[in-house]
């Protein structure tokens, strides 16, 4: 992740989860959790590097990570079945190229890893750990992940690279 740092650039609008997904979805198909995860990190890191949301959904600590439920009710259909890939990129990524690049780098850092294995990554990082505080590994929680608690964590990621 150290490349992200060169991002500082404030965009005034801010674009749609569909659209980060389905830029996700272009470049491969994959399961729902994987998507779901994918998601989170671009958000996360574009939050961490430019001050602003890069969508409003609010991801949820999840037993499986974390979840944003608007994305989840879109495509829980497949199950653990991948979805299939978008034919295009959604034009309010594709005309935003900083937005684009930012997406294609969290898939080059992130993309190698399944579902899975995201789900074991998230589940070791504090943002979703405080929002599980107290709660054992099976319950069900709609904790929201703070984005304060994304930001001290990528950042402190970015002082030990």
């Given at each position: 992740?150290?490349?992200?740092?060169?991002?500082?650039?404030?965009?005034?609008?801010m674009i749609t989860?569909?659209?980060?997904?389905?830029?996700?979805?272009?470049?491969?198909?994959?399961?729902?959790?994987?998507?779901?995860?994918?998601?989170?990190?671009?958000?996360?890191?574009?939050?961490?590097?430019?001050?602003?949301?890069?969508?409003?959904?609010?991801?949820?600590?999840?037993?499986?990570?974390?979840?944003?439920?608007?994305?989840?009710?879109?495509?829980?259909?497949?199950?653990?079945?991948?979805?299939?890939?978008?034919?295009?990129?959604?034009?309010?990524?594709?005309?935003?190229?900083?937005?684009?690049?930012?997406?294609?780098?969290?898939?080059?850092?992130?993309?190698?890893?399944?579902?899975?294995?995201?789900?074991?990554?998230?589940?070791?990082?504090?943002?979703?750990?405080?929002?599980?505080?107290?709660?054992?590994?099976?319950?069900?929680?709609?904790?929201?992940?703070?984005?304060?608690?994304?930001?001290?964590?990528?950042?402190?990621?970015?002082?030990?690279?």
């Amino acid at each position: 992740m150290a490349r992200l740092y060169l991002f500082k650039k404030k965009v005034n609008r801010m674009i749609t989860i569909d659209s980060v997904a389905k830029t996700f979805l272009n470049m491969e198909s994959m399961s729902p959790k994987k998507l779901q995860k994918l998601c989170f990190y671009a958000y996360s890191w574009y939050l961490t590097h430019t001050g602003r949301q890069l969508f409003e959904n609010k991801f949820e600590a999840w037993i499986h990570g974390p979840v944003d439920p608007e994305l989840y009710h879109q495509f829980k259909e497949h199950g653990r079945s991948p979805i299939p890939r978008e034919e295009k990129i959604p034009s309010e990524v594709s005309n935003d190229p900083f937005v684009y690049e930012f997406v294609e780098l969290i898939y080059q850092a992130y993309g190698s890893l399944d579902g899975d294995q995201l789900e074991e990554l998230t589940h070791s990082q504090a943002p979703w750990l405080n929002a599980r505080k107290g709660l054992l590994s099976y319950e069900p929680s709609k904790n929201s992940i703070l984005d304060e608690d994304i930001i001290n964590y990528h950042k402190q990621e970015l002082v030990n690279v």
